[in-house]
């Protein structure tokens, strides 16, 4: 069973908006970091945003701050991720992530070595 599940990628056009969502499945994460990453064709996944467990604390990559927001619903155990001024070099497939964070540590981490756990993807293409 795969834990986080993954929907809302699609084909949108360059300056357009998608918002995408991760649902934990078969286990909470709640005590964990929740993190995005992406994959373009033929290049090393990498990092896009991550959110502490309580969901006031974010950090982002430099290629999405001011456009990107990620957000959690505690209750629902779910992630966003809101995009917003989409440009063709978003395209990729945008994976969330789960990396526990033991008690007292509240550290977010771009580093994609250090989560736990991963959903399958969701593909995005923004064209021009």
């Known amino acids: 069973q795969v834990p986080l599940v993954e929907s809302g990628g699609g084909l949108v056009q360059a300056g357009g908006s998608l918002r995408l969502s991760c649902a934990a499945s078969?286990?909470?994460?709640?005590?964990?970091?929740m993190g995005w990453f992406r994959q373009a064709p033929g290049m090393e996944r990498e990092f896009v945003a991550v959110?502490?467990?309580?969901?006031?604390?974010?950090y982002y990559a430099d290629s999405v701050k001011g456009r990107f927001t990620i957000s959690r619903d505690i209750s629902k155990d779910t992630v966003y991720l809101q995009m917003n001024s989409l440009k063709p070099e978003d395209t990729a497939v945008y994976s969330c992530?789960?990396?526990?964070?033991?008690?007292?540590?509240?550290?977010?981490?771009?580093?994609?070595?250090?989560?736990?756990?991963w959903g399958q993807g969701t593909q995005v293409t923004v064209s021009s």
């Open positions: 959110v502490g467990r309580t969901g006031t604390r974010t």
């Open positions: 078969g286990r909470s994460f709640r005590n964990y970091a």
């Open positions: 992530a789960a990396d526990y964070l033991g008690t007292g540590v509240y550290s977010l981490s771009p580093r994609k070595d250090e989560y736990d756990y």
